[in-house]
Nanobody
Framework: QVQLVESGGGLVQAGESLRLSCAASGFIFTANVMGWYRQTPGKQRELVAT???????NYADSVKGRFAISRDNPKKAVYLQMNSLKPEDTAVYYC??????????????WGQGTQVTVSS
């Protein structure tokens, strides 16, 4: 079974931090680019961050300087450290996997999502 299980979401005040975790199983973790999406109802999903197996990262402009993605290949885990959170960061955050950055963008394997709510 292919699984991506997110955890770490919650309700925080603006300016605070959260660390999201993603546990992967059922596929070759090191053969995949990993990333985090976020989704607000009625809006197009946003690819927040990606990381290759070797550790090369990419970030959406909206989170640069505030969020950091990392991965632990032996543990088959991905993390998203979110600092200086803003109300506009409120969304369901999804862990995602793809064999390439293109596949991650267009046809990702999704997790179940974890809710992040930032109050003002």
């Amino acid at each position: 079974q292919v699984q991506l299980v997110e955890s770490g979401g919650g309700l925080v005040q603006a300016g605070e931090s959260l660390r999201l975790s993603c546990a992967a199983s059922g596929f070759i973790f090191t053969a995949n680019v990993m990333g985090w999406y976020r989704q607000t109802p009625g809006k197009q999903r946003e690819l927040v961050a990606t990381i290759t197996s070797a550790g090369s990262t990419n970030y959406a402009d909206s989170v640069k300087g505030r969020f950091a993605i990392s991965r632990d290949n032996p543990k088959k885990a991905v993390y998203l450290q979110m600092n200086s959170l803003k109300p506009e960061d409120t969304a369901v955050y999804y862990c995602a996997a793809g064999r390439t950055r293109s596949l991650l963008s267009d046809h990702p394997l999704w997790g179940q999502g974890t809710q992040v709510t930032v109050s003002s």
